[in-house]
């Protein structure tokens, strides 16, 4: 996946495509998330930790699906 993601990167770059900013803001947060996140699972049962996430799932789901009608 990485391998396809820095080619891809680097055909949007060559033509411009690419917000450097942006993507260093989005990086610092994804590499602080997954840390934090890592954390949160180890202490969390596998039971509760798949409830979780359903519950993201399905409140991700309502807002892309509220977006849509806006």
Known sequence: MAITALSSLMGYARV?????????????GA????????????KVSEAKLSKIVAVI???????MMGMRFL
Do not use: E, K, P, S
């Open 31 to 42: 590499l602080i998330a997954g840390v934090i996140g890592a954390r949160f699972a180890n």
């Open 16 to 28: 411009g495509n690419v917000d450097w900013q942006l993507g260093i803001l989005i990086t610092i």
């Open 57 to 63: 799932f399905i409140l991700l789901g309502i807002l």
